[in-house]
């Protein structure tokens, strides 16, 4: 089936430092690839997605660009605030109705 | 627009204690619902998922069941708590595309459960 392998955190950085979150997927065809979000204390949140190849998602600042030539779909973002302190994980569809959910990747965003 | 719930927000229930996990989707028809567990500081974990009312797929033998009275809700029950049912419970719902394929999950609050 599908899978995903998103690098392990934590990770730990000052406030506006460039992020990077690394995943790379597993898949049959091209399915949509997902992140999400995870708040202290909070459910997942939907942070961004892409449902093509080369498609490049965007939101709060966050980007992820779906490479089909490295299967990989890495978060990044420009200039992190301690706000963004959270687990993200990395997502596909897998076989049914399922999804796959990477590991999550604990970033601290320190002032 | 869709809104979903789950109760109560948090819960400590001793070991052989019953339990009952509520999750009401609001704002669409016939959703895929899902059930995760996710241990502390762990990732996500599939419980139970359903596509349908009375229908439901176990992903992991144990204590725990999962029954969907009504289109919208979604309902996780052991009969007897045992300390490594704790954890953050999460349930979820994706619209329903067919039987092969999913959709983006919109997940709950959660319920963080503590067995003593």
């Known amino acids: 089936g599908n899978s995903v392998t998103q690098m392990e955190g934590p990770v730990t950085l000052s406030e506006e430092a460039f992020l990077t979150i690394n995943c790379t997927y597993t898949a049959t065809g091209y399915p949509s690839l997902f992140w999400y979000v995870q708040y202290p204390g909070e459910g997942l949140q939907l942070l961004l997605k892409?449902?093509?190849?080369?498609d490049k998602g965007s939101n709060k600042g966050f980007e992820a660009t779906y490479r089909k030539e490295t299967t990989s779909f890495h978060l990044e973002k420009g200039s992190v605030q301690v706000s963004d302190s959270a687990v993200y994980f990395c997502a596909l569809p897998n076989t049914g109705n399922q999804f796959y959910f990477g590991t999550g990747t604990s970033l601290t965003v320190i002032p | 627009s869709q809104t979903i719930h789950q109760w109560p927000a948090t819960l400590v229930q001793p070991v052989g204690s019953p339990l009952s996990l509520e999750c009401t989707v609001e704002?669409?028809?016939?959703?895929?619902l899902y059930w995760y567990r996710q241990a502390a500081g762990r990732g996500l974990q599939l419980l139970f998922y359903?596509?349908?009312?009375?229908?439901i797929s176990s992903e992991v033998p144990q204590n725990l069941s999962a029954s969907r009275p009504q289109d919208r809700q979604f309902i996780l029950s052991s009969k007897k708590l045992l300390l490594s049912d704790s954890g953050f419970y999460l349930c979820?719902?994706?619209?329903?595309?067919?039987?092969?394929?999913?959709?983006?999950?919109?997940f709950g609050p959660g319920t963080r459960l503590t067995v003593l």
């Open positions: 892409a449902t093509k190849a080369d």
């Open positions: 704002g669409t028809s016939n959703p895929n």
């Open positions: 359903s596509v349908g009312i009375g229908q």
């Open positions: 979820a719902w994706s619209v329903n595309v067919g039987p092969s394929s999913t959709d983006t999950q919109y």
